[in-house]
């Protein structure tokens, strides 16, 4: 029996003997290769790998081979976003419910049909008997997504029919999973502030008849206490979340994996386990703390050319985190504008309205927006088209919203839910063939040694 040092000193040698073992391959070598490194054209366009009838991303258009810029359009089953988000607030009503019913059956529903369907939502949010307690409680984690994926796959354990993938199975688990993960995150939320932040343990119970929105904040404030503005700007941001076409890693993850024909929950799970990363999922986290720096460090924040001089610190690698990256400005699709972005920062204008004390912090996000593309310009020389993403302004919304940064990436997940079950259910049942791409191996033919040999 090893002791703890002993075991410790040989976890050690072996971890050293990854050392100077997996370094990136040349980038000369994946063109030598035809490799699409990261499933990238040379243009930056993505590669083709299947098709969708589920959402649309637009941001260019080609011609003669020629990638060319236009406005951005982001469509749920052939519906502008703009007109789903528009419409419901034009009508004062919230907009999720229908956007999920929408991506998950192809169709708007009748006013009927979504009373109905928003009805059963709100009645599936309660998690099983022992679930909070056994599966979120016992086993706290510093990591929200990483609890949200722990219990989306214990969810497997609670179903009577877990593994069968017909359409009605399918739906059936992801209607429940939709309903649910937003309990999941605000209980695996209230129990990290509480093991490991060391806050008071408050758990609310779901309530009927009232939206996502409004029950996600409900049950986030210890005194249940939220306004109608809060609560719509919340749906909003939902709304805008759910759904971002097939090719984005989560939802690729969610094809990939449901391909192999496994269940629901893994497949969910694993799309977590995506956008937990911090070049999916963590960038509204980066821009926080971008403007967080630029905040201490710029002394004049209505001053252009004092915010135009911290950009271009932070674009040479001298300031912030040394990438040379303005986070919540470009997006890999997106070049003249972002419709998500536009739509959040409309109704954050509206938001600030009711919070003056964020007025002058917003004025500084929509002036590093502006500036952006003339930094660029001037240190990189290169006019390239470029917009604010959607990243830009969603943390800060949170931020007004009274929602922690631990959170941000969550939400994301609770939104998305819905676009990573609508294509898992299209990959299932209208694909039918396991995605397998190809690795060309650069390894050579090497004679076995002896033991003794070595």
Not at 104 to 122: M, Q, V
Not at 268 to 278: C, D, E, N, Q
Not at 301 to 309: L, P, R
Not at 412 to 417: E, G, H, I, L, Q
Request: contains cysteine.
């Amino acid at each position: 029996m090893l002791t703890p040092e002993e075991k410790e000193k040989l976890k050690e040698r072996f971890q050293h003997k990854a050392e100077g073992l997996y370094v990136p391959f040349p980038r000369e070598t994946f063109k030598q290769y035809g490799v699409k490194r990261g499933l990238r054209n040379d243009d930056g366009t993505g590669v083709i790998a299947g098709l969708t009838s589920i959402g649309a991303v637009i941001g260019y258009y080609i011609d003669d081979g020629e990638k060319i810029p236009t406005e951005g359009h982001l469509r749920y089953r052939g519906y502008d976003i703009m007109d789903l988000v528009h419409h419901a607030e034009e009508e004062k009503r919230f907009g999720f419910e229908e956007v999920v019913y929408l991506l998950l059956f192809g169709s708007l529903p009748d006013k009927e049909t979504l009373a109905d369907f928003t009805r059963l939502i709100g009645n599936l949010r309660k998690l099983p008997k022992g679930f909070a307690e056994d599966m979120i409680l016992k086993a706290p984690s510093k990591d929200i997504m990483n609890k949200m994926a722990r219990s989306v796959l214990a969810s497997y354990s609670y179903d009577e029919n877990p593994d069968e993938i017909s359409a009605g199975n399918i739906l059936r688990q992801s209607i429940e999973l939709i309903a649910r993960l937003p309990v999941m995150a605000a209980y695996g939320y209230q129990a990290k502030s509480h093991y490991h932040d060391g806050n008071s343990l408050y758990l609310h119970s779901p309530q009927l008849g009232i939206s996502t929105a409004e029950n996600f904040l409900y049950m986030m404030r210890k005194d249940n206490q939220y306004t109608r503005e809060e609560a719509e700007m919340l749906d909003v941001l939902l709304m805008i979340h759910a759904e971002h076409g097939g090719g984005n890693n989560s939802t690729f993850t969610t094809r990939v994996v449901s391909s192999s024909g496994t269940d629901t929950y893994s497949a969910i799970a694993a799309a977590i386990g995506s956008l937990k990363g911090p070049k999916h999922g963590g960038a509204n986290a980066k821009v926080m703390g971008m403007m967080s720096e630029i905040e201490e460090n710029v002394k004049h924040w209505e001053s252009d050319g004092e915010v135009k001089d911290y950009l271009a610190k932070i674009m040479r690698k001298e300031a912030f985190d040394r990438e040379g990256l303005i986070y919540g400005m470009g997006h890999a699709i997106y070049t003249y504008s972002d419709p998500r972005c536009i739509l959040l920062k409309e109704r954050a204008e509206k938001l600030v309205k009711q919070k003056p004390e964020f007025e002058r912090e917003f004025n500084l996000y929509k002036a590093v927006e502006r500036l952006t593309p003339e930094v660029f310009a001037e240190v990189k020389k290169n006019n390239k088209v470029m917009c604010a993403n959607v990243d830009m302004y969603s943390g800060f919304v949170y931020k007004m919203l009274g929602i922690s940064s631990d959170m941000f990436t969550p939400l994301f997940a609770m939104s998305r839910c819905v676009g990573w079950c609508a294509h898992r259910l299209e990959e299932t049942l209208g694909c039918s063939r396991i995605i397998r791409p190809a690795y060309k191996s650069l390894i050579k033919s090497r004679a076995y040694k002896t033991l003794e040999e070595r």
